[in-house]
C-alpha cells in the first residue's frame, strides 16, 4: 500500500518561508516523478512543481525563482522550498506521485497541508 505523508505546511507571513516535505512510504514501486500542486478557495488545483527521477525540474511561472523543488530519491521524498511567500500563495498543496510498480504506472495524492500567508 502506497500512501503519500506531507508535512512542513503552516500560516508564514508575507515574505517569509516554508519547507514543504511528502515521503512515499511502503514498497515495490519505483518512483518516476513527484510534484506539488495547490487548491486555494474556490480555485481549480494547479501545478506547482514537478521533479522527474532524473531530476528534471518545471514550475509554474507563478513561482518561479521563488521556489525549489528537491528530491530525495533514497528517501522516496520531495521537498518543496518556498520562500518569499505572497498572500496568493496560500492554498492547500497536495504531494503527488506517478509510480512505476510491476511497469505500470500509478498515480498518487497526498492529503493535502494547508499554507496560510499572513500580510
Known amino acids: 500500500q502506497v500512501q503519500l505523508v506531507e508535512s512542513g505546511g503552516g500560516l508564514v507571513q508575507a515574505g517569509g518561508s516554508l519547507r514543504l516535505s511528502c515521503t512515499a512510504s511502503g514498497s515495490g514501486f519505483d518512483i518516476n516523478a513527484m510534484g506539488w500542486y495547490r487548491q486555494a478557495p474556490g480555485k481549480q488545483r494547479e501545478l506547482v512543481a514537478t521533479?522527474?527521477?532524473?531530476?528534471?525540474?518545471n514550475y509554474a511561472d507563478s513561482v518561479k525563482g521563488r521556489f525549489t523543488i528537491t528530491s530525495d530519491n533514497a528517501k522516496k521524498t520531495v521537498y518543496l522550498q518556498m520562500t518569499s511567500l505572497k498572500s496568493e500563495d496560500a492554498a492547500v498543496y497536495y504531494c503527488?506521485?506517478?509510480?512505476?510498480?510491476?511497469?505500470?504506472?500509478?498515480?498518487?495524492w497526498g492529503q493535502g497541508t494547508q499554507v496560510t500567508v499572513s500580510s
Open positions: 503527488h506521485a506517478n509510480l512505476d510498480i510491476r511497469w505500470q504506472e500509478y498515480y498518487y
Open positions: 521533479i522527474s527521477r532524473r531530476a528534471n525540474t
